[in-house]
C-alpha cells in the first residue's frame, strides 16, 4: 500500500498544490510520499520538546520540505528518496536511514537544526546534487558515505561517529571531530582544511583537485595528500 501525502493526508484537507500543509505524524505500512507540489508540510505534532515522526515500512519520497516545532524523525526502512530539492528542519534532526536522490544530481538536501542532526549514508547509491546544513548545532555522520555532484556545505561541527569518504566538487565545514575515525575527502574543487580538525585518525584528501591549508592540522594516523596542496596561511602538520 501507497500512503502520499497529498492531495488528502491524515484526514487534512490540502486546498490547493503548493500550499502548505499541518497534519500530525504519519505512518504508512507501505511507502510514503510527499509529493512535489504539494508545498512544505508541517507536522502539528512537533511542538518544542516533543518528536514528530515521518515513517514507512517501505520507501519515503520526498518532493519538498518537512518541518517540526520540536524534534524531527524520518525513518523508511528502504531508504529515503528526494524526487524534488528538500529542506527538513526541526529542534533536532533524525533521518535513520539512508538518503539518496531520485535522479544523481538532480535534487538537493537542506537540513536547517540549531541542534544535533544526524544522517547516515547520503548518496551512496544514487548522489545527491548539493548537501547543506545551517550554522549552530552539529552534524552527526553515522553513515560512511557523502556523496553529491555538487557542494558540500556544512555550516555547522561535524562529528564523525564512523571513517566516512565525502565526495564532491567541494567541501566546507565549520568544524570536525574524528572521535578516531579516518577522513577521505574526495573533491574535484577545492578542499579547505583550517586547523578545524580534531580527533581524525587518518586523513586522505584527492580525486583531482586542490587541497589548501592553514593552521594546525594534527592526526593520530596518517595524511595523505593526493592532490595539489597550497598554503593559505601558517601551517604546521602533526
Do not use: E, K, W
Not at 558515505?145 to 555550516?155: D, E, P, S, V
Not at 561541527?157 to 565526495?167: C, D, G, M, P
Not at 577521505?184 to 583531482?208: A, D, M
Request: hydrophobic share 40%; glycine share 16%; charged share 5%.
Amino acid at each position: 500500500p501507497q500512503a502520499r501525502l497529498g492531495p488528502r493526508s491524515a484526514g487534512t484537507d490540502i486546498p490547493d498544490p503548493g500550499d502548505a500543509v499541518s497534519i500530525d505524524s504519519a505512518t504508512a505500512g507501505g511507502l510514503l510520499s510527499l509529493a512535489a507540489d504539494v508545498g512544505d508540510l508541517t507536522l502539528a505534532t512537533g511542538s518544542a520538546g516533543t518528536t514528530a515522526t515521518l515513517s514507512a515500512a517501505d520507501q519515503m519520497f520526498l518532493g519538498s520540505g518537512v518541518s517540526a516545532g520540536g524534534v524531527l524523525s524520518l525513518t523508511a526502512a528502504n531508504g529515503v528518496v528526494l524526487t524534488g530539492n528538500a529542506t527538513l528542519a526541526g529542534s533536532a534532526i533524525t533521518v535513520n536511514n539512508a538518503i539518496d536522490a531520485q535522479t544523481a544530481g538532480a535534487q538537493s538536501l537542506t537540513l536547517n537544526s540549531a541542534g544535533a542532526t544526524t544522517l547516515q549514508n547520503v548518496g551512496a547509491t544514487t548522489p545527491l546534487a548539493v548537501i547543506t546544513t545551517d550554522a549552530g548545532g552539529t552534524t552527526n555522520l553515522n553513515g560512511g558515505t557523502i556523496t553529491t555532484t555538487g557542494a558540500q556545505n556544512f555550516g555547522d561541527q561535524v562529528i564523525l561517529n564512523t571513517s566516512v569518504t565525502a565526495t564532491g566538487t567541494a567541501g566546507t565545514a565549520a568544524s570536525v571531530v574524528g572521535n578516531g575515525n579516518d577522513l577521505t575527502l574526495n573533491y574535484t574543487g577545492q578542499t579547505f582544511i583550517n586547523g578545524n580538525l580534531t580527533g581524525v585518525r587518518n586523513l586522505v584528501t584527492g580525486n583531482g583537485g586542490t587541497t589548501a591549508l592553514s593552521g594546525s592540522i594534527t592526526t593520530s594516523g596518517t595524511q595523505t595528500y593526493n592532490d595539489a596542496v597550497t598554503l593559505a596561511g601558517a601551517t604546521t602538520l602533526a
